[in-house]
């Protein structure tokens, strides 16, 4: 597609749940990235894949947050036993190669009742 | 990863230039700057990078120091919709972003 696509928009879950976030970077952009953003917040670093792998996941906050990304392409960011502190949108980028730009998504708006 | 300083906020008329500065004291050899952009309520938007030499595109322009300790984001001529948080940011090791608090630019009629 022409641009990173992320889905749901809105979701609204009860405490305790999980839920799943799907990112779809732009095709041929082998760099994806997941962030945080609260509430008037500035953006957080969650992970960074390189093709399938992560080296670097040092941004997840705790073991209750996983990601993943198949076939160099989709990537699902899980969280489990979803609390109200993970309130936020969570936004996906992805870039070309490690020097360029990023695009982002529009981003998952997360509500936890 | 290397720090950045930022104003906190700055404003500027419609129509004029706008001039946002940013300090990288520590930026390393192979450091890319990058410049984003966040309008309320959407994702942030990519404005432009530059390694050591100026960079121009249709959205601004990026004026490097020589010693590439600070930069400048400049919008030739600042509308509207240029309204937004402005985020200078190192790259490190895979390109990772780390964005700080950025400058909150507004632009009046």
């Known amino acids: 597609g022409a641009g990173v696509s992320q889905s749901p928009s809105n979701k609204v879950t009860e405490k305790g749940k999980d839920v799943e976030l799907r990112c779809d970077p732009i095709s041929g952009h082998t760099a994806l990235y997941w962030y945080r953003q609260r509430l008037g917040q500035g953006l957080e670093f969650l992970i960074y894949f390189q093709g399938n792998s992560a080296p670097d996941k040092s941004g997840l906050p705790s073991d209750r947050f996983s990601a993943e990304r198949t076939g160099e392409s989709v990537s699902t960011l899980t969280i489990q036993r979803t609390q109200q502190e993970d309130s936020a949108v969570y936004l996906c980028?992805?870039?070309?190669?490690?020097?360029?730009?990023?695009?982002f998504g529009s981003g998952t708006r997360l509500t936890v009742v | 990863d290397a720090k950045t300083t930022q104003p906190n906020s700055m404003e500027s008329n419609e129509e004029e230039p706008v001039h946002l500065p940013c300090n990288h004291s520590t930026i390393s050899g192979t450091d890319y700057i990058h410049w984003y952009r966040q309008l309320p309520s959407q994702g942030p938007e990519y404005v432009i990078h530059?390694?050591?030499s100026n960079v121009n595109n249709r959205m601004a322009s990026l004026a490097i120091a020589e010693d590439r300790k600070s930069s400048t984001l400049i919008l030739h001529r600042a509308t509207l919709r240029d309204a937004a948080v402005y985020y200078c940011i190192i790259s490190g090791g895979y390109n990772k972003l780390i964005f700080g608090a950025g400058t909150r630019l507004a632009v009046h009629p």
């Open positions: 530059g390694l050591t």
């Open positions: 980028a992805s870039s070309f190669d490690s020097t360029g730009g990023y695009t």
